[in-house]
């Protein structure tokens, strides 16, 4: 008898467990919803920037937001025709990125950084 009263508990349990294990989707960076539920899903409060640096040498891209708040970019991979590959990440908000070289005028790209999304912002700089 006890058997047969705890066989609806199981099975409710057995769902919920299933449930619970559900996969959740991550921003694809394109503006979809994966899920549809228009949900904040990566788990994270930054948002990434990449993209290519082109002209002069020793370049350099920082980040600069509202409040002062500096980010230097990271460097990664080698040169290319495209460029000097870099990234950041950035948290939500306003930012402005900074380009400079040895030689070059410096350049700016205003980027508005919503978490979990991608945004490739490549900068080529006027050099001498």
């Known amino acids: 008898m006890k058997l047969r009263r705890l066989r609806p508990c199981l099975l409710a ?16 960076g394109d503006g979809s919803d994966p899920d549809g539920d228009d949900g ?7 948002g990434f920037v990449y993209g290519f640096l082109s002209g002069g040498t020793d370049p350099t891209v920082i980040a600069r937001d509202g409040e002062g708040q500096e980010i230097a970019a990271d460097w990664y991979g080698d ?7 870099y990234e950041l990440n950035l948290p939500e908000g306003a930012w402005v990125l900074t380009a400079s070289a040895t030689g070059c005028s410096d350049r700016s790209a205003a ?15 006027d050099c001498r």
């Open 40 to 46: 904040l899903q990566c788990g994270s409060t930054q």
């Open 111 to 125: 980027v508005e950084v919503e978490a979990c999304f991608e945004y490739g912002v490549s900068i080529a700089l």
């Open 13 to 28: 349990l057995g769902l919920l467990l299933a449930c619970g294990d559900k996969a959740e989707g991550l921003d694809s």
């Open 79 to 85: 040169p290319a025709a495209e460029g000097t590959p």
